[in-house]
């Protein structure tokens, strides 16, 4: 899990840095869902893939532990 947040944080720095240098001379400026397509593919992709992956690994793999008995004072 940690592995992936890795990975994408490295994606994000790395191809938002490239793509937002070369899309400051774009005219018109090409857009999804009314966001730059750099922003787009850049940060919201990584974040809701980390963020999806993150859910499912937890819901999936991780378990409760029981706690120890608390020990009763006398």
Do not use: H
């Not at 840095?17 to 850049?42: D, H, K």
Request: one cysteine or more; proline letters at 8%.
């Amino acid at each position: 899990m940690v592995g992936l947040w890795l990975l994408m944080g490295i994606w994000v720095i790395g191809y938002g840095s490239q793509a937002a240098y070369s899309a400051e001379n774009e005219t018109p400026l090409r857009t999804v869902f009314g966001m730059p397509r750099w922003v787009f593919i850049g940060w919201l992709c990584p974040l809701l893939v980390a963020n999806i992956f993150t859910l499912w690994f937890c819901l999936r793999f991780m378990k409760d532990e029981p706690m120890e008995p608390v020990p009763e004072d006398k």
